[in-house]
C-alpha cells in the first residue's frame, strides 16, 4: 500500500494548574476553546469540540497520522499558555497541570462523547473534576497500578 491512512479518534482531558478557575469568564474561556481548536487545526489533528468549565477542558479530534500524543498536548498546552498571557494581561498566573489524561474512543461513541463535551456546565453543577477524572479512569480501565493519585492532582 502506498499511502498511509489513519483514523484515530482521542478524547483529551487536562485542569489548569492546582484546578484553579482560570477560565472562569465565559468569553476567555470561548476563546481558550477556538484558539486549542486552532493548535489542533496546525498540527492537522482535525478538532471535532473543544469545551469544558472554569478550570478544565475537553478536546475531542482526529489524532493526526504522525502525531505523537504527548507532543499534542504539550503544543496544546504551551501555545495556549502564551496565547492568554498576551491577549489577557491579568492572567500572567495562568498554567496548565502537568499531566493530562487521552483516551481513544471508537466512532460509534463519536455523539455521546461531542455531548458530553457540550454539556459540561450542566455535568459539573453536579460531578467535580476530580470525580469526573477518577470515572474516566475507570470508564478506560487505567488501573490504580498504572498511576499514582498523589501525582494526578497538581
Known sequence: MAQSLAKILVHT????????????????R???HHYLGGILNKLECQP?????VEDHIHALCVLGRTC???EVVKEMKRGSTLWIKQAHPDQQDF???TGYGMFSIGFSQLDQVRGYISDQERHHQKLSFKEEYRLFLQRYAVEYVE????????
Open 95 to 97: 498554567a496548565w497541570q
Open 13 to 28: 482531558v487536562f485542569s489548569t494548574k492546582e484546578r484553579r478557575p482560570f477560565l472562569r469568564d465565559r468569553s476567555v
Open 48 to 52: 471535532l469540540i473543544v469545551g469544558g
Open 147 to 154: 498511576y499514582d493519585e498523589r501525582y494526578v492532582w497538581d
Open 68 to 70: 505523537q500524543p504527548a
Open 30 to 32: 470561548n476563546e481558550m
